[in-house]
Each structure stands twice: as structure tokens, then as C-alpha cells.
């Protein structure tokens, strides 16, 4: 048994370098570094699924057609509220189409287009009719469909058990931080509102169920292929064992996807009832009423600041709507250093007669941007100060500190005037805001399966998904980069259960989990080689290396031999090695920092806020595949864009219906809202794993609409405080400002 | 012989049918027969009399022969009865391009073309680009620049780029805007695709 080593590292970028003692485990290779030489770590790799998505060739479950495949769906309740008192599905079960009816039971339904019961059929058209048929006896009753509507006393109760507003601990600080407060130089006071957003995969949600005996696969669109298996596992009492479920491409999630839900629950059920395999896609209607959304906010803020731009006490009051769910916290992420001891923070939550809320990227964080830096761009501006200086002042990351700076230079931070002193019909305005990130993975989260084969061919093997953010790439690159071998050389195969454990796509972490799991199993695999090279040639196995696609005798060039040669000396057949995820060690900061900065012209007559330009620095760790990367950003800051101007569901009070629930009237961001991106990724030797990764999909998304506020702010000379910044509300705030004078 | 269904009250869809020629099915194209075993329950809320029609289409080059639904869309026969699964339904309403083909080289929604209406005319669709294994140079593009994420709405995007340098060889950052203006991607690959698009402009002329 090989002993654990201790090591020095170089951690971080630039000229901010630390040097860390780390205790490696014996299976692990030597942590990547800032002294680490890569070959094609950090380069701009193509996809490695890019091929199969540019022809049409990826198949997606959406695309599912098998043989005998009977289409799920379901019928739902057309009210807010209702008591059901019965359904009569007979007409529908006598259609010569329907094979299946699954029940889900509910006696009592909380918000509209909820569903009641699911029906497989011969086609589309036969599902569609006997929808038609099925009869539904219910009384409806009143409703608190939105957020004004459940807060009022004798609000309609949402739950049966539990009252509408839920009160998270209060901080217990209210006394210290008044106290504080007034002896501020200045306080500025802000009220934040955000709005629900839907998370709107292109790919709806959906299953497809086929039962082979007692076996049970499933092809799903998922963030977690494990946790779908669980699911169902449990729902139709089966072993794990016999639930297979492939993934192997997915068109988007954002948090909506994690289990199998009741479309999964629906398809496995149906499947079985008919003996037919059943698939469940849900309409575009469905997916924006009923799998999930960001839940909207109230946010309402005091700050105290000195003259000379110290934070002081701060205070923040925060409301949001789970719908029918639970927990709808707008975190105010504490970026800037503030004194814990004078935060204070009470969050409610308030049940409505909605779709219940889901994790929507970077849960809780736009939110409580958008509100945070509105209240840190009044309190600069009531003391006068710039706010990029004001949060240079405030801001103690090491990797942000930079970040503003640099970024300040691109914008042209330098062209920036004073709040308000643009006049005409166009305003130009420039404004900042940063995010921080947790994830530097899980540690025992994911294994990966490695094999050697004799013919020089390397597969990297891991049952979890990719959901668009490139880990198929990921591990091709890790094992590539291991085995000194170019791109071509390794296969990665990805979103199968039958192959090793992965995590569930949230947070961040799939990349910062599966990536050191990958790394371990291509170095034991690796090893194994070495050893049987070393035996072959009578070396030591240490004096062996993979470099360029050769076993490279470290001190007797001569003996080196090409990789796909040493490959022919395996006599087991193929060498397979299975890497783990260790635990994670000292990084170089706990957290990953970003600053998005963005330049805005208002027109003033139709308060249409035009963007320019945004600038997007962030920390990526030790990034793996510059170019998947940079897409991670770019993507980010789209739909930050797209959250900050455009989209908002809109729940009719009367009805409690959702009557933008289709992609007409939800407005999502398009190519003409497109401003000129300017995408900058920060090398960070990072710590904490072996291969230094860093999750990057969510910090991406937090700063971008706060920063346009910034800018629509410094452009009007005052603070649009609500999402999205629609022309009705950015005139309304010219207004109140010409009231002001 | 006109193509059936167009005429028959409650599908409003076809007054959301842009600029395609919804007159021009040739004569001869569309076979219609009432299928007995189609037919629903006497008190099912449907097309009054469901039909099936034969059509004969020229799909990525090869006559091809389908049987369509009274009221199929050009997208479900592409998807389910052909099995063409690269072209993707998100929407359903014309709001999304997810499901953007060539109907005589002009970029259409399927999911808003009757499937009737093809009839004797020209469909290109995602899987029709590459040659002998060959990427068209707007698949290149995307592959070189990244332009997917998910992959969604890639063969959408693609094929409403492709359009666009059919038509125009040298386009603007602006033109290439509006060009894809009909199509969502929720992934946010548009500046991806904006650079994919110049990418291809130069592998079209020649360039490397
Ligand atoms: S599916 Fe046809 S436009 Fe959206
Ligand atoms: S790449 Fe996912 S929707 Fe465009």
C-alpha cells in the first residue's frame, strides 16, 4: 500500500500566488497547479458531441420513437382551487385509441392546470380526443393566485395545514443594527422587486418509459439520471438494479429537472398498465405552468454608509412566492464586507395558487443582486462616490479586486458621468455588479470508469448527463491530458446508469465533481500501464510517462515506445480502472468571483433600455476547455439579459390562469436584444480538487441585471427598482423623477 | 382538387401560415382516402371526417412518399412518420424556429405547414446538409465557434443561418440579427452563432 504524499502547490493567477502544503492520497495523481504544464487543458476543444448536435444527429428523448410507442398526457384542472368531487374517464376508456389510465389521486387541487389524471394512447390525435372526453366534477373555490392576494388578512388559505406566510427566524440583531443605523453618516433606503421567471427548456419535460420484464428503462430529460432512477425505483417498487435510464442528450434544465416527477411517474405507470413503452412530453403550456420557476420578490432595504464609504449596518426584509412550493428566498449574497454582527435579514415566504418554484440557476442569487447593489448604488451616490470605487473599497476577494479593474478598462469606465446629467431623448449609462460561488465539487459525488484497450483506444465512463454544459468534453479532455494522448484518442461516454455514479446538475458541480473522478481513474488506469510497459522493457514504472501519444522513458529516450504499441502489451484484454471523487482540500479562496459590467442607451421617449455592451469577467477555476467556457459565460449573461428586460409570468388575479404560458407572449431575450459581449475568463489554479475545477453555469447568470440597473440608473439619474425593466417601467421611474424636482 | 382540409372551418392555424404558397400543391400530389380504422368515436370532438392522404415530396433529395393526417403538420410527419428527428417542436405556434426547414429553399416553420401542402415540392431539413460525410460549412461554423449548447435549437438555427447565406454571402452583424430573429435559444448561444455565421461566410468563399 502506497502512502499518502504531502505536497506544495501554487495556487492562484497572476501575481496574487500563494503556496499551499496539501496532503494528496495515495490513488491521486500530483493536484494541478499554477506551474502545471498542460497539453490540452485550457485550449479551445470542439464539443465532443458537437458533430452529432450541428447534424441533427444527437437524439434527444424528445426524439424517442419505438416500436409500439403509445403517447402520454394528461388532463388537468382548468381552476385555481378546486374541491374534485369525481372524475368520469369512461367515455375516454372506451375510445379505441387509449391503452392506459394512470390516477393521480387528488382530491383537492391548489393552482390552475394542475394535473389529475394521465392517459396513454395509440397517437397525438387520440390522446387530444380523449382529453376531450374526460369529465371533471369540481367546485372551485376562491383563490390567492398572486402575491397581493395571499398576504391580505382573510387571504384564501393555499395550504390546508399551514397559513399563507411562512417567517424565516428573524437575525435577532434589529436592536444593533438600529442602533448602528443612526449613527450613520447616511442611510439610503430601497424597496426590490423581482418577478417569477420560467425556466422554459426548449426541451419540455419528458420521459419515455419501456418495461422489459422486471426491467425498467427510461430515456429522460434530466439534470440527474441517478436521481430519476431512485425515483422510480421507489415508485414502482423495483431494485435500483433494474432501472436503466439514459440520457444521453438533453435540451436544457436550469434547475427544472432533477427527479423523475410526476411526468416520469405517469410514464412508468402507464407503460406498465399497457405493456406498451409509453412517452410523456409535455406541452409547451404545461412546461411553463406546471414543472417550476424562479419565484419573484419583495425586498425592502436600509444601508448605513460612512462619508467615506464604509459599509454600515444594514437591514433587508425579504418576501417571495413558492407558489404551491416551498421556500422562495431572495439571497442577498454577501458579497461585499459587510459587518455580520450588523446584518440583519428576515425572509417570508408566501403560498400562492401557483405552479409550486424549482431551482432556477443560481437559486435565490438575481435576485438578491438586483436588490443588493441597487441599495450599494444609492448609498455611493448619497455620498457622493463612484460606484466601482465604492465596491473596490468594499469588496475583499482577491480575484474580484482584479476583476474591477480590468473590467473598468474594457467598459470605458472612464467615459462614465455623473448620475442623471445625460439630457435627450438618449441616455447613456454604465453601471457594475459582481456574484461569488461556492462549488469546488463534492467530494465521493461521482466515479469514472476508465479502459484501456489494446488497440490504443481510451474510453472515460460516467452514468450522470450533460446538459449542455460540456462534461462529455470534460472527461474526453481529463483523460486525454492524463494519457499524454490528442482528443481523437479518447471516447467519453456519458448519461447511462449502467455506467459509474454521478451527481445530480445543480449548483455547479457536475464539473467540479466528475472532473477529479475522471483524473483519478485515467491516472490508475495509467499506472497499470506504466507497470506492464515497465515490465515489458525491464524500466521502473516511475521512470515512465505519457507525453504526445508516447510511453516516454524518462531518462533513456530510446526506450520510449508509442502508446498504442505499449496498448498491445496488455494481455488481460483491456486495462479498466475505476476513479473516485476524494475529498476536497484547501483552495485558494473558498469562493469563485465574478464582476459583469454593462454600458446602456435609454431611449427616454419610449423607455426602451438598449444595451450596449457588457463586459463579463469571472474566476473558472483551472479551466478545462476555454472554449465551452467562454459559451458557460456568454450564456450566463444572456439570460441574465433576458431576466433583467424581458421575461415575466403574468398571473391573471381574477382567474389565477398564467396567460403568458407559451413562447408568444413570454418574452425571452433574441439575437436583435443581443448587445456586444465581451467574455473574459479568469485562470484561477484553484485548490481544492485535484484537477482545480471550478463550476461556473451559475455565477455567469447572478450580476447581469443588476449591472444594466446600474447603468439604466447612471443613464436617468434614478433607480428603476423593478424586473424585468420594461419600457412601462422605466417611464414610470423618469416620472416620479420629474414629480421629485 | 384542392388540398383538403384547407377550406374546413376550425383550423386556425392556417391563417398563421407565412408566405408559403399554401395554393401552389400540384395537382395529382395528394391522394385522399377516408381511413375507417381512423375513424373516432361517434362522439369525439374532432376533424369531421379524419383523413389519410398520400404525398409524394422531395425530401434532401430523394422523392419521398409519405401518409399524412388530415391537419399533420409538415414537423410530425418529418418526426414521426419519417423518423427525421433532427428537427425539433418546441413551441408548436411559430415562436420559437425550433422547427426551421427549407420549403423550396426558403426557411419555414413546419410546425405551421400542413403537411398537405408539400406536395410535390422541395424540404430541406438539418439531416440534408452534410455531403459524403462533409459538414456544410455552416455546421462547421457552429462546431468551430461553439454555437450550441444544449443543442436544441441548433438544426433550427442552423437552417435559418443557412438561409440567410443562401441569399447573402457577406452579411452584417445586423442582417444576421434579423435572420434569426424567429428563433429562441434558451442557452443563450447567440453570440456563439453570430461568430459561427462569419465563420461559415468565409469557409463559403473559400477561405479556411
Ligand atoms: S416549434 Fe415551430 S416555431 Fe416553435
Ligand atoms: S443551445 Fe440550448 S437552446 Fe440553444
Known amino acids: ?741 | 382538387m384542392h388540398p383538403p382540409d384547407s377550406e374546413k372551418p376550425g383550423l386556425s392555424r392556417r391563417g398563421f401560415l407565412k408566405g408559403t404558397g399554401l395554393s401552389v400543391a400540384a395537382v395529382g400530389l395528394v391522394k385522399s382516402a377516408t381511413a375507417a380504422q381512423e375513424a373516432p368515436a361517434a362522439e369525439v370532438p374532432t376533424l369531421s371526417a379524419a383523413q389519410t392522404h398520400e404525398i409524394s415530396f422531395e425530401l434532401n433529395g430523394q422523392t419521398t412518399q409519405a401518409k399524412v393526417r388530415t391537419g399533420h403538420t409538415l414537423l410530425e410527419t418529418l418526426r414521426d412518420q419519417l423518423d427525421l428527428t433532427g428537427t425539433k417542436l418546441v413551441c408548436d405556434q411559430g415562436s420559437c424556429g425550433a422547427c426551421t426547414v427549407h420549403l423550396d429553399g426558403k426557411p419555414v416553420n413546419s410546425c405551421l405547414v400542413f403537411a398537405t401542402d408539400v406536395a410535390g415540392r422541395q424540404i430541406t431539413t438539418i439531416e440534408g446538409l452534410a455531403k459524403n460525410g462533409n459538414l456544410h460549412p455552416v455546421q462547421a461554423g457552429f462546431l468551430h465557434e461553439d454555437a450550441s449548447q444544449c443543442g436544441f435549437c441548433t438544426p433550427g438555427m442552423i437552417m435559418s443561418c443557412k438561409a440567410l447565406l443562401d441569399r447573402n454571402p457577406s452579411p452584417t452583424r445586423d442582417e444576421c440579427k434579423e435572420a434569426i430573429s424567429g428563433n429562441i435559444c434558451r442557452c443563450g448561444t447567440y453570440f456563439n452563432i453570430f461568430r459561427a455565421v462569419d465563420h461559415a461566410a468565409t469557409l463559403m468563399k473559400g477561405g479556411r
Request: aromatic residues 6%.
Open chain 1, 1 to 741: 500500500m502506497e502512502a499518502d504524499r504531502k505536497v506544495k502547490l501554487v495556487l492562484g493567477f497572476g501575481d496574487q500566488r500563494r503556496e499551499i502544503e496539501v496532503n494528496v492520497p495515495a490513488e491521486d495523481p500530483i493536484p494541478w497547479d499554477a506551474t502545471t504544464k498542460f497539453s490540452v487543458v485550457g485550449t479551445a476543444a470542439p464539443r465532443a458531441d458537437g458533430v452529432a448536435k450541428v447534424t441533427g444527429r444527437a437524439k434527444y428523448t424528445h426524439d424517442m420513437n419505438l416500436p409500439g410507442m403509445l403517447y402520454g398526457g394528461f388532463v388537468r384542472c382548468p381552476v385555481a382551487k378546486a374541491t374534485i368531487n369525481g372524475i368520469d374517464w369512461s367515455a375516454a376508456q372506451a375510445h379505441p385509441g387509449v391503452k392506459a389510465i394512470h390516477d393521480f389521486k387528488v382530491k383537492q387541487t391548489r393552482y390552475a392546470h394542475q394535473h389529475l389524471i394521465a392517459i396513454a394512447a395509440e397517437s397525438r390525435q387520440a390522446l387530444e380526443q380523449a382529453i376531450a372526453l374526460v369529465k371533471v366534477d369540481y367546485k372551485a373555490l376562491p383563490h390567492a393566485a398572486r402575491f397581493e392576494q395571499a398576504m391580505v388578512d382573510g387571504a384564501p388559505q393555499v395550504h390546508a395545514n399551514r397559513p399563507n406566510i411562512e417567517a424565516y427566524s428573524p437575525s435577532g440583531r434589529e436592536k444593533a443594527v438600529q442602533e448602528a443605523m443612526q449613527s450613520a453618516d447616511k442611510v439610503v433606503e430601497a424597496t426590490c422587486t423581482t418577478q417569477v421567471q420560467n425556466h422554459c427548456s426548449l426541451e419540455s419535460h419528458g420521459i419515455v418509459a419501456h418495461w422489459e420484464g422486471e426491467q425498467l428503462k427510461i430515456w429522460a430529460s434530466t439534470q440527474a439520471t441517478f436521481g430519476v432512477r431512485r425515483d422510480l425505483a421507489d415508485a414502482m417498487n423495483v431494485d435500483e438494479a433494474n432501472v436503466q435510464v439514459i440520457c444521453e442528450y438533453m435540451g436544457g434544465g436550469f434547475g427544472s429537472k432533477f427527479g423523475a416527477g410526476y411526468p416520469g411517474l405517469a410514464a412508468a405507470n402507464l407503460a406498465k398498465l399497457s405493456g406498451r413503452p409509453v412517452k410523456v412530453m409535455l406541452d409547451r403550456r404545461e412546461e411553463m405552468t406546471d414543472v417550476g420557476n424562479r419565484p419573484d420578490s419583495v425586498q425592502t432595504m436600509k444601508l448605513g454608509v460612512s462619508k467615506d464609504g464604509a459599509l454600515g449596518a444594514y437591514k433587508v426584509d425579504i418576501v417571495g412566492t413558492p407558489g404551491v412550493g416551498r421556500g422562495a428566498g431572495a439571497r442577498n449574497p454577501m458579497i461585499y464586507a459587510f459587518e455580520d454582527r450588523l446584518v440583519a435579514r428576515t425572509e417570508r415566504a408566501v403560498a400562492t395558487n401557483a405552479g409550486a418554484q424549482q431551482a432556477f440557476r443560481a437559486p435565490g442569487h438575481p435576485q438578491g443582486s438586483f436588490a443588493l447593489e441597487t441599495i450599494l448604488d444609492l448609498a455611493a451616490e448619497a455620498i457622493g462616490m463612484d460606484p466601482l470605487e465604492f465596491r473596490i473599497k468594499n469588496d475583499p476577494h482577491p480575484t474580484r479586486k482584479a476583476q474591477y479593474k480590468d473590467g473598468g478598462a474594457r467598459i470605458g469606465w472612464k467615459n462614465r458621468k455623473p448620475n442623471g446629467s445625460e439630457a435627450g431623448r438618449f441616455r447613456r449609462g454604465f453601471g457594475v455588479a459582481s456574484a461569488v460561488w461556492y462549488q469546488i465539487g463534492q467530494p465521493q459525488g461521482a466515479e469514472v470508469l476508465c479502459r484501456i484497450l489494446r488497440d490504443g483506444s481510451v474510453q472515460m465512463r460516467n452514468g450522470s448527463q450533460d446538459i449542455g454544459t460540456g462534461t462529455r468534453t470534460l472527461m474526453q479532455i481529463i483523460g486525454a491530458e492524463e494519457l499524454g494522448l490528442s482528443l481523437d484518442r479518447v471516447v467519453p461516454f456519458i448519461g447511462d446508469t449502467r455506467d459509474p455514479i454521478g451527481p445530480g446538475s445543480g449548483g455547479s458541480v457536475t464539473a467540479p465533481t466528475v472532473a477529479p473522478a475522471a483524473r483519478q481513474a485515467a491516472y490508475l488506469a495509467g499506472k497499470e500501464l506504466r507497470a506492464v510497459v515497465a515490465k515489458a522493457m525491464g524500466a521502473s514504472a516511475d521512470d515512465l510517462a505519457f507525453s504526445q501519444g508516447q510511453v516516454v522513458h524518462q531518462k533513456d529516450a530510446t526506450k520510449s515506445m508509442a502508446f498504442a504499441d505499449a496498448c498491445k502489451l496488455i494481455d488481460q484484454g483491456e486495462i479498466s480502472a475505476l476513479g473516485k471523487r476524494s475529498k476536497n482540500f484547501q483552495a485558494f479562496e473558498g469562493t469563485v468571483g465574478g464582476v459583469q459590467f454593462a454600458e446602456v442607451e435609454v431611449d427616454c421617449d419610449y423607455g426602451i433600455v438598449r444595451l450596449k455592451k457588457v463586459v463579463a469577467l469571472q474566476d473558472a477555476g483551472i479551466i478545462i476547455n476555454r472554449r465551452q467556457a467562454e459559451s458557460q459565460l456568454n450564456g450566463g449573461v444572456i439570460q441574465g439579459i433576458s431576466y433583467a428586460l424581458f421575461e415575466e409570468r403574468v398571473m391573471d388575479r381574477q382567474l389565477g390562469q398564467m396567460v403568458n404560458a407559451d413562447m408568444e407572449m413570454y418574452k425571452i431575450a433574441g439575437a436583435v436584444d443581443m448587445p456586444e459581449i465581451e467574455s473574459v475568463l479568469y485562470d484561477v489554479s484553484n485548490g481544492g480538487n485535484t484537477t482545480g475545477t471550478a463550476g461556473i453555469a451559475e455565477p455567469t447568470m447572478i450580476p447581469t441585471a443588476a449591472a444594466i440597473a446600474g447603468a439604466v440608473h447612471n443613464a436617468l439619474g434614478v433607480r428603476v427598482t423593478s424586473l424585468p425593466m420594461t419600457p412601462d417601467r422605466v417611464l414610470a421611474a423618469l416620472a416620479q423623477k420629474e414629480k421629485g424636482k
